[in-house]
């Protein structure tokens, strides 16, 4: 049997500091920078390396092929060409280079609710979808009251969507892309956005999707958890090439280590947020201070440096990091022990520092939050998953040995025992 999906020596080339943008004041900044002969202000950071002449490649040579059935996922850090793939496969645009043979109807979720119009309904727009994706109106029709359970849109279906929540969106256009009778679905960090209650359920809906209904999965994220949950197969990309394509826990033990072998510094102004919030005390870098920037002394603290940007003017914030194992399971939380206070339009830079002598040895991975809690009401201002990794080097001078695989990750203090 033929794959569903072949990508044959795929690339995409953008040209750089041309007219294009997507926006009218970009195109007049990157042509005034042209005049100036300038560095074109909206070339992102990290494209050096891929600049040919005065063009980009966002994709430069990848291949591989998708049995049916088959659930992928796609990682790489930001820049890496993931969500330019997608699109080269739902033919949102054509490659420069390359082919892409698919032998099946494809439901793609790119962003959230795409191809969505704000002034028509959520019926009108499951419908206006559907069409779209090469459905008939017969065919919507059947499937109709399903989509709108699995929404929890009901109450609201004959409301325009421009009035709907970032969450009520993003459940509408999941249960659209699920629904309907495609043998390929491809779905772009769709769980990165509603609450957890709605990010199982999608998560369980592929899962059926993939196990009983035979479709074949595309899924691209940067929640490490999810990928391993729902995936069987697992295709790294890095600065537009296929470095790795195989089992999904080797896939992400490359990813981890190579993510952690030399961050530094992370800037987290464009980094996707958790539950799709848009961030009103915004996250927007870090920076390790210990001279030892990814392998730590558990001995030691781990000294970071925070710039946080307000929007609103919030007090008493704090800032918490959850960890978790290289298995992407939770094992310890820090919160600062001093509040914060933020005015709105200000600037602010942080210094951190966190014992993490209970740690044993091994890799873990950080994730940031900036919250406050009233009358045991938690309100979070921003969030962001998995975005630090670091690991705890092994010490030797124990008493015992400390194995976390028999012992757990942490260590905590020697109890007290006393003869009666």
Aim: proline share 2%.
């Amino acid at each position: 049997m033929k794959p569903i999906i072949e990508v044959k020596n795929l690339k995409k080339r953008y040209r750089l500091g041309v007219i294009g943008t997507g926006s009218l004041a970009q195109d007049l900044k990157s042509y005034w920078a042209r005049l100036r002969k300038k560095e074109d202000p909206n070339t992102m950071i990290g494209q050096e390396n891929r600049k040919v002449g005065d063009s980009f490649m966002a994709l430069n040579g990848v291949s591989f092929t998708v049995n049916k059935g088959e659930t992928i996922g796609v990682i790489g850090s930001n820049g890496a060409g993931k969500s330019t793939l997608l699109k080269l496969i739902t033919r949102v645009t054509g490659p420069t280079e390359g082919e892409i043979i698919l032998r099946g109807r494809i439901a793609s979720m790119l962003e959230v609710g795409t191809g969505f119009n704000g002034e028509m309904t959520g019926r009108e727009n499951i419908y206006m979808n559907g069409a779209i994706l090469g459905m008939t109106k017969a065919e919507i029709d059947s499937k109709l009251d399903d989509i709108i359970a699995f929404s929890e849109c009901a109450d609201f279906i004959d409301t325009p969507v421009k009035r709907y929540s970032s969450g009520m969106y993003v459940k509408l256009a999941f249960a659209v892309a699920a629904h309907l009778d495609s043998e390929i679905m491809i779905m772009d960090e769709v769980l990165a956005v509603g609450d957890a209650k709605f990010q199982k359920k999608c998560l369980d809906k592929m899962l059926d999707a993939a196990t009983n209904d035979g479709k074949t999965i595309l899924y691209v994220s940067h929640n490490m958890a999810t990928v391993k949950q729902l995936c069987s197969r697992c295709i790294i990309l890095n600065e537009g090439k296929v470095i790795f394509d195989g089992d999904v826990d080797k896939a992400i033990e490359i990813y981890l280590g190579a993510i952690g072998s030399d961050t530094i510094f992370g800037d987290l102004s464009d980094t996707p947020r958790f539950d799709g919030m848009k961030p009103t005390v915004k996250l927007m870098s870090y920076q390790i201070m210990n001279k030892d920037f990814s392998v730590f002394d558990n001995k030691e603290p781990i000294r970071m440096r925070f710039k946080i940007k307000a929007e609103q003017t919030v007090e008493n914030a704090m800032l918490r990091m959850i960890i978790k194992s290289s298995e992407l399971v939770p094992v310890g939380t820090i919160t600062s022990e001093k509040n914060i206070n933020v005015v709105a339009g200000q600037e602010y830079t942080y210094d951190v520092e966190m014992d993490l002598s209970s740690l044993a040895s091994g890799k873990y991975i950080g994730s940031f939050t900036v919250f406050t809690v009233n009358e045991k009401i938690v309100d979070e201002y921003d969030s962001i998953t998995d975005i630090f990794f670091f690991e705890i080097e092994e010490t030797i001078n124990e008493d015992a040995p400390w194995h976390s695989r028999w012992l757990g990750h942490n260590k905590f203090p020697d109890m007290t025992i006393t003869q009666i």
